[in-house]
T-cell receptor, first 114, second 113 residues
Framework: NAGVMQNPRHLVRRRGQEARLRCSPVKGHSHVYWYRQLPEEGLKFMVYLQKENIIDESGMPKERFSAEFPKEGPSILRIQQVVRGDSAAYFC????????????FGSGTRLTVV | TQLLKQSPQFLSIQEGENLTVYCNSSSVFSSLQWYRQEPGEGPVLLVTVVTGGEVKKLKRLTFQFGDARKDSSLHITAAQPGDTGLYLCAGEAGGTSYGKLTFGQGTILTVHP
């Protein structure tokens, strides 16, 4: 009875490297959402995906960030050429439908850029 | 841009006291969700309110959605140390914005034995 699984839980990257964050939604959920929680800030929406489709990426930085949710496998949030300001907790949530009124969040990936 | 103002930011009380956390906005939401987040973990959904004026109870927690669906409150009766944590409100605008939650800054509650 797994919930939303995120890995890794902690990720350390040097400036300029790439970070790949993975999210497996609750079994049967086909809608995935990524949020970022910066130190001293609240949770901010980044992107909403369905299988093989990006539905809303209005919260995603235009450069260096990308997300996908392939037909098979987990959703991936990719950050290229990381900078210190990317250090944050990244949370994934899932739902069985769009009009859902409540979401299941994973435990997050804490990214530290050194 | 929709904003949710949550207050107070910090709350430190003694066991047995009552408390209320407020979440206010100038925007209308199709639903207002309350989450609790423990250190090092993701938010866990407590309740969702969708109808203006709606009141929901979860044991000692009472949640209310404002008549105009712009604000909400969380009231805890006879707080216990186990209630300690970060409480977050989140609004969902609906329409093309389903799936896009706007979170408040959170209320850090500490209940002392």
């Amino acid at each position: 009875n797994a919930g939303v699984m995120q890995n890794p839980r902690h990720l350390v990257r040097r400036r300029g490297q790439e970070a790949r964050l993975r999210c497996s939604p609750v079994k049967g959920h086909s809608h995935v959402y990524w949020y970022r929680q910066l130190p001293e800030e609240g949770l901010k929406f980044m992107v909403y995906l369905q299988k093989e489709n990006i539905i809303d990426e209005s919260g995603m930085p235009k450069e260096r960030f990308s997300a996908e949710f392939p037909k098979e496998g987990p959703s991936i949030l990719r950050i290229q050429q990381v900078v210190r300001g990317d250090s944050a907790a990244y949370f994934c949530a899932s739902s069985p439908a769009r009009e859902n009124y409540g979401y299941t969040f994973g435990s997050g990936t804490r990214l530290t850029v050194v | 841009t929709q904003l949710l103002k949550q207050s107070p930011q910090f709350l430190s009380i003694q066991e047995g006291e009552n408390l209320t956390v407020y979440c206010n906005s100038s925007s209308v939401f199709s639903s207002l969700q309350w989450y609790r987040q423990e250190p090092g973990e993701g938010p866990v959904l407590l309740v969702t309110v969708v109808t203006g004026g709606e009141v929901k109870k979860l044991k000692r927690l009472t949640f209310q959605f404002g008549d105009a669906r712009k604000d909400s409150s969380l009231h805890i009766t006879a707080a216990q140390p186990g209630d300690t944590g970060l409480y977050l409100c989140a609004g969902e605008a609906g329409g093309t914005s389903y799936g896009k939650l706007t979170f408040g800054q959170g209320t850090i509650l500490t209940v002392h034995p």
